[in-house]
């Protein structure tokens, strides 16, 4: 069982900045493998939607209403992944979700962190 931890979340004016983090562990002792990690967000009413995503490898898919903006990367020796969001608008506001897979395709999310942009 892998449990994510994500911090960084909080209150912002439109065009500041914020860091998530997001950390992946394991009970001692029990030996896990991530693939893919990424970030995804979610408002009330509305599906969760994909923000982010980022390989092993460190190749990354950003969605469209974030490239330019915000940034994936991860740290594969610390199992951390982080999301660095820049010129943040309003419509950002929602709870953002960290999402890992491991090499052997199960998936854990994050309890989420909320980001709340003010206008």
């Known amino acids: 069982q892998v449990t994510l931890v994500e911090s960084g979340g909080g209150l912002v004016q439109a065009g500041g900045s914020l860091t998530l983090s997001c950390v992946a562990s394991?009970?001692?002792?029990?030996?896990?493998?991530?693939?893919?990690m990424g970030w995804y967000r979610q408002v009330p009413g509305k599906q969760r939607e994909l923000v982010a995503t980022?390989?092993?490898?460190?190749?990354?898919i950003l969605a469209d209403s974030v490239k330019g903006r915000f940034t994936i990367s991860r740290d594969n020796a610390k199992n951390t992944v982080y999301l660095q969001m820049n010129s943040l608008k309003p419509e950002d506001t929602a709870v953002y979700y960290c999402?890992?897979?491991?090499?052997?395709?199960?998936?854990?999310w994050g309890q989420g962190t909320q980001v709340t942009v003010s206008s």
């Open positions: 980022i390989t092993r490898g460190r190749n990354t």
């Open positions: 394991a009970p001692s002792g029990t030996a896990f493998r991530i693939n893919a």
């Open positions: 999402n890992a897979e491991t090499i052997d395709r199960y998936n854990y």
